[in-house]
């Protein structure tokens, strides 16, 4: 967790309605203009902030909770991603079966 903990900013949400199928940007589907500048701050201790930084929400978008890694596995609120990929810059979280059977959506979380 130490290696990963630190400010990210949503980057990228892309979206496969089928292992076969084209990979489509979600970005401007799933966030708000309002919510493109904001920060997710994993800390070493299984805590993170959410704030909304830059241009803000309204309401604002503010949030506090728990996160951890196990393996390929982060928790965060008892949500669990798969991670695709962390680079020390980059990290890839990814789930399957979000809208439909057999989908695949990822978001890159960028640190910043």
Excluded: H
């Excluded at 020390?88 to 990814?94: F, G, M, T």
Aim: hydrophobic content about 30%; charged content about 20%.
């Amino acid at each position: 967790m130490a290696s990963v903990a630190g400010g990210y900013k949503i980057t990228a949400y892309t979206y496969k309605a089928s292992p076969s199928a084209p990979e489509q940007d979600y970005f401007s589907v799933f966030t708000d203009p309002c919510e493109r500048d904001d920060i997710i701050t994993l800390n070493v201790n299984g805590n993170y902030t959410y704030s909304d930084a830059g241009v803000t929400c309204s309401p604002p978008g503010d949030a506090t909770g728990t996160w951890s890694i196990s393996g390929t596995t982060m928790n965060l609120d008892g949500d669990l991603s798969t991670v695709e990929s962390f680079d020390c810059k980059n990290l890839v979280l990814s789930n399957s079966d979000v809208l439909t059977t057999g989908d695949k959506m990822k978001v890159t979380l960028t640190r910043q």
